[in-house]
């Protein structure tokens, strides 16, 4: 009697044994969860800005579903803050779109959690470069032979250092620096406007913005004839003139009250 109660005994710590064994041979086994938030980044803003996301980021083992969290906090005021919420358009997806540009370099941090309450997060820094033109710009009247320095730019903003390049490259000693000579004995028209692109050290380049304009001072009435009135785009036959476009009799006026004391001034 027992013998026979050992063995019964024995049949089932087998029994529990082998279930166990089959129950962990069973068992799905998953990999530790890891997030990666992507490489730090620099967007370019333009004038008219394109749609930006946070792209990049990555996530790795663990038991879905995952619950998401963006994060950040940028100083807005003495002791108030932007947070996530106010610039991305959602904080519990993976790839949020970009809503606001501002705060200079943020750092946004994903916290992850999957079904597991297993818990990860990582953190990207997102900078924005973006530009202000300036609407001024320097004029030189000056006379056929003389030199003229651009020493500013109508540009500011971006991340330095910059680079600079003006357009068209007449006429100046290094068209790739922001100051340069202009040396007007090189021009062809009585009238030429600069344009300038800077380029930041992330590679974001700006538009074109004017900063300078060189007009030479005529010397004669040949140069009026040849210079201002091809200029305008108007011809000339004897003391007639005749404008293409009428609108630009106002310009016609400006030059020659200018320039030239004419009696259209009156």
């Avoid at 009585?190 to 060189?214: F, I, K, L, M, Q």
């Avoid at 030059?255 to 004419?262: D, G, K, N």
Wanted: hydrophobic share 35%.
């Amino acid at each position: 009697m027992i013998k026979h109660h050992e063995m019964k005994i024995k049949k089932n710590i087998q029994i529990v044994f082998f279930s166990s064994l089959i129950l962990f041979a069973f068992k799905p086994c998953f990999s530790q969860l890891t997030v990666d938030a992507g490489k730090d980044t620099t967007y370019c803003v333009g004038l008219y800005a394109s749609t930006m996301y946070l792209e990049s980021a990555t996530i790795e083992g663990g038991i879905e579903p995952y619950t998401i969290a963006w994060e950040c906090k940028v100083p807005k005021g003495s002791y108030s803050y932007y947070t996530a919420s106010d610039l991305l358009n959602d904080t519990t997806v993976l790839e949020p779109q970009i809503r606001s540009t501002f705060g200079g370099k943020i750092k946004y941090v994903l916290n992850v959690t999957d079904s597991e309450n297993n818990y990860a997060k990582d953190s990207i820094y997102v900078r924005f470069s973006s530009y202000i033109y300036l609407t001024g710009y320097h004029v030189y009247e000056v006379n056929k032979g003389d030199s003229v320095l651009f020493y500013d730019s109508p540009i500011i903003g971006g991340i330095g250092p910059l680079t600079y390049h003006w357009e068209p490259t007449i006429g100046l000693t290094n068209p790739d620096t922001l100051v340069t000579w202009c040396k007007t004995d090189s021009l062809t028209e009585w009238w030429t406007a600069y344009d300038v692109v800077a380029t930041d050290s992330c590679g974001c380049a700006s538009d074109p913005n004017r900063g300078y304009e060189v007009r030479i001072n005529p010397t004669g009435a040949e140069e009026l004839e040849l210079g201002i009135v091809n200029g305008l785009n108007i011809r000339q036959e004897g003391t007639k003139i005749y404008f293409n476009n009428p609108h630009r009799l106002w310009l016609f006026r400006f030059v020659l009250c200018h320039r030239f004391r004419s009696g259209l001034c009156q």
